[in-house]
């Protein structure tokens, strides 16, 4: 069973920087897609990066070019590099996993990412 346990969230300014953590557990990291997701009050939850199994990244175009997710394999850790963060980032953060072959990232459906964690607030003021 995959388990998955966030950290690093916060408050910060605007244009400021966080780094949120993904500890994981019961995957191996080539047969799941990792995403993050977030969730803001009222708001429907969304993807914002994922990783594949061979490493490759995608992102939602909001976040381009200012969050980069990466791991580390022997930790058993994903990461969420958030820079320039902007007041319209505040939500709850959360990684997910999606089991596919090769660990490909065939979609970015909340439904189909099945292993979840519990989550950590992202709060940034203007």
């Known amino acids: 069973q995959v388990q998955l346990v966030e950290s690093g969230g916060g408050s910060v300014q605007a244009g400021g920087s966080l780094r949120l953590s993904c500890a994981a557990s019961g995957y191996t990291s080539s047969k799941y897609c990792m995403g993050w997701f977030r969730q803001a009050p009222g708001k429907e939850r969304e993807g914002v990066a994922h990783?594949?199994?061979?490493?490759?990244?995608s992102y939602v175009d909001s976040v381009k070019g200012r969050f980069t997710a990466s791991q580390d394999n022997a930790k058993n850790t994903l990461y969420l590099q958030m820079n320039s963060l902007k007041p319209e980032d505040t939500a709850m953060y959360f990684c997910?996993?999606?089991?596919?072959?090769?660990?490909?990232?065939?979609?970015?459906?909340?439904?189909?990412?099945?292993?979840w964690g519990q989550g950590t607030q992202v709060t940034v003021s203007s």
């Open positions: 990783i594949g199994g061979d490493g490759l990244t």
């Open positions: 997910a996993a999606l089991r596919s072959d090769g660990g490909y990232c065939y979609t970015n459906d909340v439904e189909e990412f099945k292993f």
